[in-house]
């Protein structure tokens, strides 16, 4: 049987709950942030953000016109991540390459087709290092083009191809490798930062700005029941918008999901309670609007996108940068929903990482409920 102040206490907290899911329904900014919101984020991200390159203009220069330089000619021509121009003047490559009309420079020279007999061929490539990513991923790709053309003449038992040896790649986990399979997830990440870090600061501080908290202070309700009747609502809202996005990645990107769902469950409900815990937090502690949106935005949105691994490796940063990410909870999640989805349920990724969100949960939900207070200033 159930305590009388137990059952009082359910009780305030269903009709507390019940007000704030009124409140959610009428609320139209509410509804865009919740469902709108990661829909079009999802939309936007996902197919303007890309680390793929494709139509690369470049320019082939043939000096040396034998059927074998014609047929690497060709490689580049037919590829899907080349636009190519053949020529046969250098110089009017690099006119090219001066004035960016191409990004780079494809040359055979002329006595490639003697130096094919001999099996010393080669390539020169020559790439505008303006953009340091994209000139790497340029001259991977031009070196992938060579490379096929080359594997295909040791097949047809043709001469000695560039090169003396031959070199076999597999990619683990993305064999697509399409850039969204890595991408798709970390959006998730910053939807779900954005949904529950803003829906709680934006409520929070309304009331507090509205005045409508001082009608509760004079009431049985206490602060912790405030604080769970704030959060049930949007948790609800956030797992629909976490719903949207896994059901965008999978069937709208093609991101492969091997994992188990219920794991994605409660990892994914792991960081929607710091999100909404740190909404909270920031909200009750500046009880303004304008100011915990600003504060928001900086503790959570601008670091989920810039020092979780979202879009940059972690590994190449400074030392102090880096140290700092492990205060970060969008760090851990990241790591979390890229395994998840690209490699499984792999436990010694995911009992770690889950196990910093949930310490991270325990502290900021015990840190709102001591800075919230039934009382005025």
Sequence with gaps: ????????????????????????????????????????????????????????PVAVVLEDTSPAASELAAGFRLSPYFAAEITTSMRHAEELMLERRIDGIIRVR????????????????????????????????ARGAIGQWAEQRTAEGRAPAVG?????????????????????????????TLIGAFLTTLVMAREWERGTFEAMFVTPVRTGEILLSKMIPYFVLG??????????????????????????????????????????????????????SMVTLVVTFLPAMMLSGFLFDLRSMPDVIRWISYVLPARYYVALLQTIFLAGDIWSVIWPNAGMLALMAAILLAATRAVTRKELA
């Excluded at 490639?112 to 001259?139: E, M, P, Y």
Aim: aromatic share 8%.
């Design 110 to 141: 002329s006595d490639f087709a003697r130096r094919l007999s001999a099996g010393t061929a080669d390539v020169q490539i020559l790439v505008h290092g303006s953009d340091a990513n994209r000139a790497r991923i340029i001259d991977t790709y």
């Design 164 to 192: 003396a040896a031959a070199v076999t790649t597999r990619m683990w986990f993305n064999e697509a490798d399409d850039s969204h399979y890595f991408l798709v997830p970390g959006l998730i990440v910053l939807i779900m």
């Design 239 to 292: 797992i629909g918008g976490l719903v949207l996005c896994i059901l965008a990645a999978k069937f709208l990107f093609q991101v492969p999901f091997r994992g188990s769902v219920l794991v994605l469950a409660g990892v994914s409900t792991l960081y929607l309670l710091v999100s909404l815990a740190i909404g909270l937090l920031v909200s009750s502690a500046t009880k303004s609007q304008f100011v915990s």
């Design 1 to 56: 049987m159930i305590p009388a102040s137990r059952s009082a206490a359910l009780i305030r907290v269903a009709a507390l709950v019940r007000k704030e899911a009124y409140q959610l329904v009428r609320d139209p900014s509410s509804i865009a942030i919740g469902v709108i919101m990661p829909v079009l984020l999802i939309l936007l991200f996902g197919y303007a953000l890309s680390l793929d390159v494709k139509s690369v």
